[in-house]
């Protein structure tokens, strides 16, 4: 049995999944025993897009001391976004007075991000996460997606291999919120890229044919899926205000449109493929359903809002909890077994 974790974008919404992650590793450390036990150690192939992916990377990301182990916890990676979420989506000086009338490239200074994920990541290289891994970008020159894949770039060696911190760049860099991430391989060659969420804000999808690709050819009851969300938003538009608004500032709206329909489309797939095998509990999908406590932008990073975004996945994870025990359970039956209950 191979085991998935497929993790949605969504920008500072990232903290909901980051705690599930959480109560996930403390529960899989009660149930088994073993302080040490993490992440990493309970799924085959790991799937993140933009937010989800800086998740998978930080979840992967090897110790100093021992590069088999994780570097960080779960708790220490949803740091990432209690300590400095606030410090990525903040805009200084004059560029806040501009942005609000739409002159400015893009709303966010990249270098923030960038020095955050060099303090987390130093020179981590793709090739050295502990475990596979697909991370997403779109090449905008190539008109392509552009899967960073951990275990191509181990096998063909600097050609396929980046510095993770730049994988991390450019997974996130959201179209109007960042700046296209101009990275280059270990072998010098250029890639210009923006957000993955263009073509997969949930890349579980993308997740699943790539491990169809195991020469092992594995057929579909051999595969689990543990994909999780960012919330899914109920948020609606006004056909006459989107008509009588300026271009410009039409940008975010349809943005969140092609992000939120790119998540459904994937989830959509994902179920009618493991129903119509009668093999529905091995895809499981945990996100909350309702956003409305909270300010839903990705951007939304205001000290206020992170405190509501936390007590709303709080609340998921309360509700869910017999789901969540289920899930753990059946991580572990698998680790062991292969085998699993139905949800």
């Known amino acids: 049995m191979k085991t998935i974790l497929s993790i949605d ?24 025993g073993n302080p ?19 998740l998978t990377c930080l979840l992967l990301c090897p110790s100093k001391d021992k590069p088999n182990y994780p570097r960080y916890s779960a708790r220490e990676a949803l740091d990432l976004y209690i300590k400095h979420g606030s410090e990525i989506f903040e805009i200084k000086g004059l560029k806040s007075f501009f942005a609000r009338f739409g002159w400015v490239k893009e709303r966010y200074d990249g270098e923030v991000l960038e020095n955050i994920l060099l ?12 475990k596979p891994c697909i991370i997403t970008a779109y090449n905008i020159e190539l008109r392509k997606a552009h899967l960073f894949r951990q275990k191509v770039a181990k096998e063909r060696g600097i050609n396929r291999d980046f510095y993770v911190r730049d994988v991390c760049r450019a997974t996130s860099a959201a179209p109007t919120f960042f700046s296209v991430a101009e990275i280059y391989s270990l072998a010098g060659v250029r890639y210009p890229l923006l957000d993955g969420g263009i073509f997969a804000t949930n890349p579980s999808l993308s997740a699943f044919v790539e491990i169809k690709k195991d020469p092992k050819e594995l057929i579909l009851k051999d595969i689990y899926i543990m994909s999780l969300g960012t919330g ?6 006004d056909s006459d205000e989107l008509r009588n608004t300026k271009a410009l500032f039409v940008v975010p709206a349809l943005l969140d449109m092609i992000m939120s329909g790119a998540t459904e489309t994937s989830h959509f797939y994902m179920k009618q493929i493991f129903n119509f095998l009668g ?9 909350p359903l309702d956003l ?11 000290p ?7 007590a709303l996945a709080d609340r998921m994870i309360s509700q869910r909890t017999k ?13 062991e077994s292969g085998s699993i209950q139905v949800v």
Not at 323 to 335: A, Q
């Open 304 to 310: 206020k809002n992170i405190k509501k975004i936390i």
């Open 323 to 335: 789901l969540i025990d289920v899930l753990v359970d059946n991580l572990i039956k698998l680790k």
């Open 232 to 237: 899914s938003s109920k948020k609606s538009y």
């Open 119 to 130: 303090n987390y990541f130093e020179d981590v290289k793709l090739s050295e996460l502990i």
């Open 36 to 54: 040490k036990a993490f992440i990493a150690d309970y799924f085959d192939l790991f799937a993140g897009t933009s937010t989800g992916g800086i």
């Open 279 to 287: 093999l529905s509990e091995h895809y499981v999908r945990l996100e």
């Open 292 to 302: 409305q406590s909270i300010e839903e932008e990705m951007d939304a990073a205001s």
């Open 9 to 32: 974008g969504g920008g500072i919404k990232g903290i909901i999944p980051g705690m599930v992650l959480v109560e996930l590793e403390e529960r899989l450390k009660q149930r088994t």
